[in-house]
């Protein structure tokens, strides 16, 4: 591998006729911050716009000897869009058509840096709406959610992206640049000839192939959109929750977030004490209480507001005299205001101090004890005393957002304590290392 | 390649503890009839009850050089699970337990050989279902569903086996007979770590491997089950009356079939016309007209029967309105019956004579052309005048069910002329040759 020259850009520029420019410091670091380009070499990102262009430029880095990093939104948490090296950044910034749309099917085939924000646009327009959703859907590409297999708010209802991506176009590293249709020119619902080699690119994190084209199916954007709050004092009775959640709520359940006393103390440092307030009905009293505390945010999305309207009031009575818990039906004009708390959490936590994440798979029974195992970890490996363990997550899904933050600067003996006791203890709960946010550099 | 001799069907017996047997003839020819062994060799079928005996069997095969053909419930239609030369059979029928099921994610571990029959009564104890579901469910296994990625009635609400098989056990028909856990111990609906190579599984029709174990997500089963029956007498009324449901019954649809003229009148030769006319209403006046006409079967699944109630009025309400079509409601006590014609059509076509089975993905616009193109295609070739071609299928999913029926015995003019012509018309529309069904033996 060599680091690229001015010849390559020139290359770029003058052959190709693609933008290639000096990278912006942004593209060189992750939204953590944690994962960083430290080399001293001048970094340049291609601006390809069409997969012609990727595939000469796949074909000239190969027989140069040159590295890509292919980058989307940047917004992966897991520095897998960071040059750490000498790489090329291939930037599919300019890569971001929808190119149709069948309102039939609801099958959207975009390139792939359309963001999910844009793609949404363009599909609401005919009824429809994309069955992932994550915080930073502004920025967050196509391309990028497939090469990582992002799953996000939506997952629990719609699945993972194995089921809604029908098709793909990929260019592989090799030395001709192959352009790989993999079901993008027909975007079937159903084609059972030949291996289903485009799921192996979800997921591939760039190491198989940068995909330049989706086919993605689309699901009906429905107009009645409800959130509940629930409180609880117990995980049990988060749980308890969520199974009368499924068999109440069913087909219109949308979304069921949980955040617990840690991760919600962290939100409130990010938002006023009237939009903590508007989540938790006032019952929150810090972050300093031994005591359980969870919120739940439950989302149901149906075609007749009336009919949902009965079924969230139904589910909220069996919580109230169910489990020990306590359910608020949110008025439709503070939704956002309860989203901004739940997307403030991973902001908060980046305010207190050093991160660690993790994005655990776990079996959902386990997840307080997998928080409550990882604190006492600390606290016995005598972790410095402003150290915050946390848990929040896509609890539908059996994924944990395992966070510690550490007040202090960069601490060696969190990360030694954590780092690889967490994947051992997860190991043993049969649980999976990375649920959702990939591997990347790690 | 040789056969089975008497020495191999002893070491099962004695050495594996595994009983093998002649195979019943009924073993040696596909539900079509038209794949059929012929060979003069004595097949032997072997019966697994463990993972362990079916990876000692790959390996006592391959070390031999003895072919095996895994046979779930021997219902596919492409002639997959038969032996055509001397091949030992590997049943499933052994291995069908489900082992584990978990009431708050719904997702059950089975053994390959499981029915959807018995694995849907397992869970629905638990409040679930399972998410796909084929005619003749009582014999289709888990493990050939995987097999050859079957999309069935569900496949509109629930997505493809990609999104609902979150792990896989496979044995590798290599020298060691390797056990591969794809995912299958932890069955997390959520795993980034690694490839995704279970999914290369789906659908791969055992030249990978046999699916030995499958972890599959089940959904929630609904207590409220609506049935609505439309006719109509134009495609372009078909898809309007698609879009209104999809609109309309949004989250609560869960089935959208339709069947042509000529389908019905197949059916009808099944069934009695009491039942013919639960479905369509009295309008049916048989298969001679040449006006079109279609019936189409829309069935929702939801958790409050009186919103379904409410929903299935107004959408039948809108149908009557709108295009030109009508709905029928269909009471309780009728669904079997109507659900009866619809799965008549592939017996009656048996029946009337040699089938010739085409089971495509198209655009959905371009069903009702493609039978008609088959159709005047058939007619300048000179087909025998015994010839009926008809349509039927999923269209939510893009899915046509094209089959040509002569009434003659095997004839070789329709062959000749359907084939290639067919696959060649489907690539030409952008579709594929095979939707749900497979490749197998073609």
Chains 1, 2 share one sequence.
């Not at 001048?42 to 890509?68: D, E, K, L, M, Q």
């Not at 190119?99 to 963001?115: H, K, N, P």
């Not at 009645?224 to 359940?253: H, M, N, P, Y």
């Not at 020990?324 to 403030?344: E, F, P, Q, Y």
Request: glycine residues 10%.
């Amino acid at each position: 591998m060599r680091p690229v020259e001015f010849v390559d850009v020139e290359f770029f520029r003058k052959q190709l006729g693609v933008e290639c420019t000096r990278a912006d410091p942004s593209r060189l670091v992750d939204w953590t911050g944690q994962v960083k380009n430290q080399s001293d070499t001048t970094h340049y990102v291609v601006y390809p716009t069409t997969t012609r262009h990727v595939s000469c430029i796949a074909r000239y880095c190969v027989s140069r000897g040159i590295a890509i990093v292919p980058q989307g939104g940047n917004t992966g948490l897991v520095g897998g869009s960071v040059p750490l090296a000498a790489e090329l950044l291939l930037s599919l910034d300019r890569m971001a058509s929808v190119e149709s749309f069948d309102d039939l099917t609801g099958v959207a085939v975009t390139q792939a840096g359309a963001t999910l924000s844009c793609l949404d646009r363009f599909v609401k327009a005919a009824g429809y709406t994309v069955p992932l959703d994550l915080g930073p859907r502004d920025r967050v590409t196509v391309g990028g959610a497939v090469a990582t297999n992002a799953g996000g708010l939506r997952f629990g209802r719609y699945g993972s992206l194995h089921g809604s991506i029908l098709g793909l176009e990929v260019v592989l590293a090799d030395e001709r640049g192959t352009v790989l249709d993999l079901g993008l020119s027909t975007a079937l619902m159903k084609d059972n000839t030949g291996y289903h080699l485009r799921n192996l690119f979800i997921g591939s994190e760039g190491t198989l192939g940068i995909v330049t084209r989706c086919a993605l199916r689309c699901v009906i954007d429905y107009p009645s959109v409800q959130l509940v709050t629930v409180t609880c004092r117990d995980f049990e009775d988060v749980l308890a929750v969520l199974k009368i959640a499924k068999r109440e709520l069913g087909e219109i359940l949308s979304a069921f977030e949980f955040l617990d006393r840690e991760s919600l103390a962290m939100a409130a440092s990010q938002v006023t004490q009237d939009e903590v307030d508007g989540l938790v009905g006032g019952e929150f009293v810090g972050g300093d209480s031994s005591d359980e505390f969870y919120c739940c945010i439950v989302e149901c999305r149906g075609s007749c507001e009336e009919h949902d309207l009965v079924k969230i009031d139904r589910f909220s009575r069996l919580v109230d005299v169910g489990p020990n818990a306590s359910a608020r039906i949110v008025d439709h004009g503070d939704h956002d205001r309860i989203w901004k708390v739940r997307t403030s959490v991973s902001a908060g936590l980046k305010a207190f101090g050093t991160v660690f994440k993790f994005d655990i798979s776990l079996p959902t029974r386990e997840m307080h004890e997998m928080v409550a195992a990882t604190r006492r970890r600390l606290e016995q490996g005598d972790a410095p005393p402003g150290t915050v363990t946390c848990g929040f997550g896509h609890i539908m899904d059996g994924n944990l957002h395992l966070n510690v933050t550490v007040a202090d600067r960069f601490d060696d003996t969190v990360k030694s304590i954590l780092d690889p006791w967490v994947f051992k203890e997860v190991k043993r709960r049969k649980g999976s290392i990375s649920a959702e946010h990939g591997i990347g550099w790690y």
